[in-house]
């Protein structure tokens, strides 16, 4: 039997593969800005169909729009308020990025800015693969799919996402009711199991969402997921390698803490303790170039950017530095998204 060295280039090539021409910045990018107080356009590398902005500076809430809904309608992971319909946040999606208006929270004068943009399929065709007829913009390359809906309040009914593989991350907020985010991940305990992004609440058992497969997700009847007459947007990921990764890991409490294999150098990793109370931290490589990684902002609140020790980004994954307990205790789940695959990775 023949045996290849021991060697990076020998690895499988990934899905999405910078040497034939696609790279994870096709799909996913994050982007740092300074804010003008007026209106700009901000360049990203492609159209984004997903953009979720923070301004680093202020405690303002989180602002995100997508193509499906709409470039100027704008949700706020941090609260549970009802879409809003607003240029002055984002006025549209161009051919390489996204344009700003003078709203504080995307574009406030002088202060530091991050979004963080995602690459689905444009404003999305009728799906009818559910008994709810959905509205999908879909990217299956990249395992990501934007999908709106209106409710029935019918336990057993189902909804479909696009995707050619079933999702393992599901984020669902009603657009017209002031009803919380309900997240599932496949690194809670169950289909049944589910956590809020708006709060810091470990994992609770409810009928947010009752079954999940390649074509359809399945809903109960919780107001939150499928009230009445309730529209819905939900954002669904599956795991594609070199790409993308949704998991979970156990927390040691040491400095010195888990390594979280991931099988690329990481551009985005959002992470949250399910055992337990715990914030949504959110770290990018725009933000910090180099290790240590130690600028966050959490996703559940409107704080400014905060700096604390936290973790390395690493060629194939990402190693917890600090003994932090929102983050290195308990049962964690994350998602991230990759800067480049293993395979044409070089460490920071």
């Not at 009728?126 to 409710?151: K, L, M, Q, R």
Request: charged residues 10%; hydrophobic residues 30%; aromatic residues 12%.
């Amino acid at each position: 039997m023949a045996y290849l060295p021991l060697s990076t280039a020998n690895l499988p090539d990934p899905a999405i593969n910078p040497a034939q021409g696609s790279s994870p910045a096709d799909y996913f990018a994050s982007v740092i800005y300074t804010g003008n107080g007026s209106s700009q356009t901000i360049s990203v590398g492609f159209q984004p169909d997903l953009t979720w902005c923070k301004n680093r500076s202020s405690a303002y809430g989180h602002s995100i729009s997508n193509a499906v809904s709409g470039a100027t309608k704008y949700l706020q992971s941090d609260a549970t308020d009802v879409e809003q319909d607003n240029s002055t946040h984002i006025s549209a999606f161009t051919s390489n990025g996204f344009t700003v208006g003078s709203h504080v929270t995307t574009n406030e004068n002088t202060a530091s800015m991050v979004a963080w943009n995602w690459k689905a399929n444009g404003s999305g065709v009728s799906n009818t693969d559910g008994s709810i007829t959905s509205t999908v913009s879909a990217n299956t390359e990249s395992g990501f799919s934007i999908v709106t809906y209106t409710g029935n309040q019918t336990n057993g009914a189902t909804v479909g996402h696009g995707l050619s593989q079933t999702p393992e991350m599901i984020i669902t907020k009603s657009r017209n009711q002031g009803v919380g985010w309900a997240v599932w991940h496949t690194g809670l305990s169950g289909i049944t199991y589910w956590v809020s992004l708006n709060g810091t609440a470990g994992e609770s058992v409810d009928d947010m969402y009752t079954a999940v497969n390649s074509s359809t997700f399945a809903l109960g009847v919780d107001n939150w997921t499928n009230g009445n007459t309730y529209t819905f947007v939900s954002y669904c990921f599956h795991s594609v390698e070199g790409y993308s990764k949704f998991g979970s890991y156990t927390g040691n409490g040491s400095a010195d803490g888990p390594f979280v294999y991931t099988g690329f150098r990481p551009a985005f990793v959002m992470i949250k303790r399910t055992d337990s109370t715990g914030a949504w931290n959110m770290a990018d490589s725009a933000r910090n170039s180099v290790n240590v990684v130690d600028k966050y902002v959490n996703a559940n609140d409107s704080a400014a950017e905060g700096t604390y020790t936290f973790l390395d980004f690493t060629s194939n994954g990402f190693k917890i530095r600090n003994t932090g307990s929102t983050f290195n205790t308990g049962t964690l789940i994350y998602m991230a998204f990759a800067e480049n695959p293993f395979k044409y990775s070089n460490a920071r």
